[in-house]
């Protein structure tokens, strides 16, 4: 049972970075990012790739897994930042599925469908792992909560609500989509090495399109634009998808199939009922008035005047 409690906490850290990072993307400055399970399958891809091809250390691999995912998204944004939104999305969704395509036919590097087995751990044991994930998680959530009270994170609030109010009081708003679309990269490379350690295995199944819209639940959930509530909503989402595992304790006589649907069905009761009575997320993001005093999430006063800069 404490096994099992690790790996579950394990998979809730892990959701936590992605959560953030599709968090900073589009729930502070509006970048629709349907492709998040591409730039995820390239931060666990290159820490793998790294560690069983050229038999780099755990710690060298997370750091060039880093760089090339944070890299990686700053490419993609920088050749699509001046596409609408919708048009945006659909190009970071085609990213994805071409990278896909790649890790699936190339086989002479990413050995295709077969995957890439015995990818070693930084720390062997279950705590250490869990450990391991939570400072992943802790300097993505003190880093990304130091960008949302920075000029930066005011601006990419700014670029969300009205790009082009933004864009006429003098903000680079290309400049600013591309810094903060290559931090969610960042956060999203970390995830991407964490995944590759905890499974130690990985192939191209474990990546789709349910993952990112699995991350917009969680961030919808969270709140949008608040960091603090995604670290609840990652855990609330997992306790109740794998939660709903015992089912098949509580009510036998069901077929596995009947349980199967069962299970989709309570989960999205359960989002529901979440929805209807914190229909804010559990959090709210944080912002800064000034004039009569400071809001966090909060209604200003009447007079305050809010800073951009």
């Known amino acids: 049972m404490t096994s099992y409690l690790l790996s579950l906490l394990t998979i809730a850290v892990i959701a936590g970075v992605v959560g953030l990072a599709l968090n900073i993307q589009w729930g502070m400055t509006g970048l629709v990012n349907f492709g998040l399970f591409g730039f995820y399958m390239v931060g666990a891809y290159a820490c793998a790739l790294l560690i069983t091809q050229l038999g780099w250390a755990p710690w060298q691999a997370v750091l060039a897994s880093i760089v090339i995912t944070t890299v990686v998204c700053a490419l993609v944004s920088l050749i699509s930042l001046r596409l ?11 990213f994805a599925e071409s990278v896909k395509l790649i890790v699936n036919n190339e086989e002479w590097l990413t050995r295709g469908s077969i995957g890439i087995p015995g990818i070693p751990r930084p720390f062997p044991s279950d705590i250490g792992m869990l450990l391991f994930a939570m400072a992943g998680l802790a300097l993505v959530f003190l880093a990304f909560e130091t960008v949302s009270r920075s000029p930066l994170g005011r601006t990419a609030r700014a670029l969300r609500d009205d790009p082009l109010v933004a864009e006429t009081v003098g903000k680079n708003v290309l400049g600013a989509r591309l810094r903060l679309f290559a931090l969610g ?16 295995y990985i192939d191209p199944t474990q990546f789709n399109v349910a993952m990112t819209a699995s991350a ?9 634009g608040s960091h603090r509530g995604v670290l609840l909503s990652s855990l609330t989402v997992v306790v109740l998808i794998e939660g709903t595992r015992f089912l098949d304790d509580a009510i036998p006589w069901f077929a596995p199939h009947q349980l199967a649907a069962l299970r989709l069905i309570l989960i999205g009761l359960a989002l529901i009922l979440l929805l209807i009575y ?3 997320g559990f959090g709210r993001e944080y912002r800064y008035l000034h004039g009569r005093g400071r809001a966090t999430g909060r209604a200003a006063a009447p007079a305050a005047r809010c800073r951009w800069d």
Do not use: N
């Not at 917009?216 to 949008?224: D, E, N, P």
């Open 216 to 224: 917009f639940m969680l961030v919808i959930l969270a709140g949008r």
């Open 278 to 280: 914190k229909p804010e």
């Open 185 to 200: 990269g960042t956060a999203l490379g970390i995830a991407g090495c964490l995944h590759a350690f905890y499974y130690q």
């Open 84 to 94: 609408e939104d919708d048009y945006f999305a659909i190009v970071t969704l085609a």
